[in-house]
Every structure is written in structure tokens, then in C-alpha cells.
């Protein structure tokens, strides 16, 4: 089993910075990839980025330039380094991994509120 905890959200004004955590526990060996996700009231689930063991990462065109993920491969903690947030950004923040069974598997969310 793996567990996944976030922490960093909350309210931020337009052009302003957050840094979201996600820390993993349990059989974290298992764990291949790590990424954000994002839901906003009344959309789908979308990805954000992610970034696997090696360090490669991918991004969503929205979060290029913007946001930046990192990753602790010794403590197993995924960060989300979120830079010029704009309204749009509001959603809240899931922090997933995929295991090398192939499960995916989720935090709790985080609420992110950015205020125009």
C-alpha cells in the first residue's frame, strides 16, 4: 500500500506563487511516476504534470513556463512549484502515483484559490 498526502494549498491573488508538497508513504518502492492533477468545479479531472524516476517530466500546455515539478527520490515527495497563478488555476490539486503494478493511486486534494 501506498499513501499519499498533499499540503501547500490555499488562497492566492493573481500573479502570485504556491508550492504544493505530496509525501509518500508505505510501500513507496513501488512507486514508477508521480504527478499533479486538477479539478475545477464542474470539469474533468485534467492532468497537470508529471515526472517520473529518472526525473523526465511532461507538462500540460497550460502549466509550461509556469509550473514546475520536482521530486525527492530519497524522502519520496513530489513538489509543484505553481508561479504566475492565474483565476483559471483554481481547482483542487490531486497528487497521484502509478505503481509498478500498474494501479494508479491518489491523495486527498488539495484546494488551490487564486482571486482575481
Known amino acids: 500500500q501506498v499513501q499519499l498526502v498533499e499540503s501547500g494549498g490555499g488562497l492566492v491573488q493573481t500573479g502570485g506563487s504556491l508550492r504544493l508538497s505530496c509525501v509518500a508513504s508505505?510501500?513507496?518502492?513501488?512507486?514508477?511516476?508521480m504527478g499533479w492533477y486538477r479539478q475545477a468545479p464542474g470539469k474533468q479531472r485534467e492532468l497537470v504534470a508529471t515526472i517520473n524516476r529518472s526525473g523526465t517530466t511532461t507538462y500540460a500546455d497550460s502549466a509550461k513556463g509556469r509550473f514546475t515539478i520536482s521530486r525527492d527520490n530519497a524522502k519520496i515527495i513530489v513538489y509543484l512549484q505553481m508561479n504566475t497563478l492565474k483565476p483559471d488555476d483554481t481547482a483542487v490539486y490531486y497528487c497521484?502515483?502509478?505503481?509498478?503494478?500498474?494501479?494508479?493511486?491518489w491523495g486527498q486534494g488539495t484546494q488551490v484559490t487564486v482571486s482575481s
Open positions: 508505505g510501500s513507496t518502492s513501488m512507486i514508477n511516476a
Open positions: 497521484n502515483a502509478v505503481v509498478t503494478t500498474g494501479w494508479s493511486l
